[in-house]
Structure formats: C-alpha cells, structure tokens
C-alpha cells in the first residue's frame, strides 16, 4: 500500500514537472513568436477558460447528489426483481455506478447472489456502462441535453434488449457466475 | 448551455443549504476534494491535446475525424474509445474541444459511447466473471450499439 502511494506520488511530480515545463514553452514560444507554441497556448487557455465555466459547478452538483441520495434505498427494491419493475430498478442502480465495469460485475455477482435473474443482470451491465450519474453530469455539461437525450434514448433501449437477449440464452444454458 | 448548468446548480444548492446545512457542506467538500484529485491529470491531458491539436495539420483531423469523414471517422473514434481508459471529467471535456474544432457530434459519440460500453484494457476483469465467449460477445454487442448510435446522432443533428 504504502509503496503503491509512493509510486503515484512520483508519477504526479513527473505529471507536474511537464506541466512546468509545457507552461515554460508557450511563454518562450510568445517571446519569440513561435506560431505552432503560441497556437498552443491560445489553444490550452481557451480550453482551460470554458472547463472553469462548467467543471466547478459540475462537480458541485456531483457532491449534492453523493449527499443526497444514498445507493442502499435502490438495492432495497430489487427484492421484488421479478418482470419490469427489476429493469427498472437495475436503470436506477447502475446510476450510481462509480468506477464502471471494476464495480458493477462484483455488483452483479451479488445480485445473482439475491437471485435476480439473469436478463435483469445483464441489463444492468449494460446499463452500468451508460447511465452512470456523474458521468452524465459531465456529459451534459460539455456536449449539451440535447446530444445526451439522443444518445440515452438510443443507448438504453438497446441495452436492455441485449441483457434480454444474452440473458435468456444463458438461462437455457445453465450459466453461473465464475468465481471472481 | 453554460447558463443552465449555473441556475441548476445555485438552486439545487441553495434548496439543499436550507434543507440541510451540514450534508451541504459535505457535498461542497466532496467536490472541492474530487476537483483536487483530478487537477494534475486534468492540465496535463489538456496540455498534451493542446500540443497535439496545435502541431497536426488541420487537414490530417478533418480527413480522419472531420465533417466528411463518415464510416471511417467513426470507426477510428471507435477505435480509440474502445481501447482507452479515461474518466469522464477528461473525455467530456475533450469532447466539447474536438467539438470547436469542427469536429461533428457523431464522431464525438462514437468515441465517448465506446469508451463506456467497450473495455479492452477491462476484459480480463470481465472475462473472469463471465468467462471468455460471453465476454466477447457482451463487447460485440456493445460495438454494434455504438455504430448504431453514432449513425442516429448524425441522422439527428443532421450532420
């Protein structure tokens, strides 16, 4: 553990120390007229300027929904899993996935465990991929509701067809879970 | 857009300092630290894609990825967002730049909805909890889902 932190410490002091040197360039590059540095520079602070706009205000509203809504209400209704009701409820839970596929096949693994049934836990995986909460904060933000309402009211029916359709394939084959 | 995002998030924080004062400043915390954590990889990325963006010549990005580029342009975006890791603090962002480059909404989708549903460097991890024929066909899948919404993206934004 101890010698995993020191490794990412180093390799934040070499992500910093380019940095430096990235910074040091476009002042050189604007002293003498350096086109392609100073076309670097104009790039990387207008960029810089419109993520100031959005990133703090984003992250906000990240915190508040961290704070506000809780993970364990969700996996309490996936109990009564059975029909739409579990589709559902899966939608919701994969919402709250964070760290993406590292934390929804454990996930998923624990619903089997709770007997879900399986087109209801290939549904969520799908669904984790693409309606992970934050993510879709981000989204919106940056490339605006309207392309992340086409791409969600695309993405979702479809991945619900696919956990459907893997999942009753598996159900006649017998399929479990390897152990992990 | 920017102006949206702004009133939501006054409000929503405003209705949560009256509702709750100290979960409200839990939530500021979370986020300061969250902000913290990414800022180093944050301007670094930014400032490799700066560096790219400014050295490759214009036409080079318009040809791959570019208005025109169609099937082939999705397909790179494809490729790289099916073999790379990266949160969406970065990818959004990245996105949006790409975006003011004139490149279009569909090329932009096919790279982001790869990078969610298509784990190269995560199907060892995937492949032990499915085993290997169900992993690649999971993946497969989510390829065909991501032409497919790509396509509709172009259709949509008349692109």
Do not use: C
Request: aromatic share 14%.
């Amino acid at each position: 553990m101890n010698n995993n932190n020191s490794k990412k410490g180093k390799k934040k002091y070499i992500l910093i120390l380019f940095i430096g040197i990235f910074l040091l360039f476009i002042a050189l590059s604007y002293f003498n007229n350096f086109s392609e540095g100073k076309k670097t520079g104009e790039m990387f602070f207008t960029t810089l300027y419109g993520m100031l706009k959005i990133l703090p205000f984003a992250f906000i509203l990240i915190g508040l929904f961290e704070v506000w809504v809780k993970k364990e209400t969700v996996i309490k209704h996936l109990g009564d899993n059975s029909g739409v009701k579990g589709y559902f409820w899966v939608l919701i839970l994969a919402g709250f996935t964070v760290g993406g596929l590292f934390t929804a096949f454990p996930l998923a693994e624990s619903l089997r465990k709770k007997e879900a049934s399986l087109k209801v836990i290939f549904a969520y995986l799908g669904f984790a991929g693409i309606v992970r909460i934050p993510m879709t904060i981000f989204e919106i933000s940056f490339l605006g509701l309207p392309f992340t309402i086409i791409r969600l009211s695309v993405t979702i029916p479809l991945f619900l067809l696919i956990g459907i359709l893997i999942g009753s394939f598996l159900d006649k084959k017998g399929f479990e879970f390897n152990k992990g | 857009m920017n102006i949206g995002l702004w009133i939501l998030t006054t409000v929503l924080l405003l209705l949560s300092f009256i509702k709750d004062k100290k979960k409200t400043i839990l939530a500021g915390k979370k986020a300061g630290k969250k902000m913290l954590k990414m800022s180093v990889i944050f301007f670094f990325v930014m400032a490799l894609f700066s560096l790219a963006l400014a050295f490759m010549p214009p036409e080079l990005l318009n040809d791959y990825i570019g208005q025109k580029s169609g099937l082939k342009g999705i397909f790179i975006a494809l490729g790289f967002g099916s073999i790379s890791v990266m949160p969406g603090f970065i990818a959004f962002p990245l996105g949006a730049t790409l975006r003011a480059q004139g490149v279009p909404y569909y090329i932009i989708g096919a790279f982001t909805i790869s990078l969610m549903t298509i784990g190269f460097v995560t199907f060892p991890l995937e492949k032990k909890f499915l085993g290997i024929k169900v992993a690649v066909i999971r993946n497969f899948l989510s390829l065909i889902v991501t032409i497919i919404a790509a396509i509709i993206i172009k259709m949509v934004f008349g692109e």
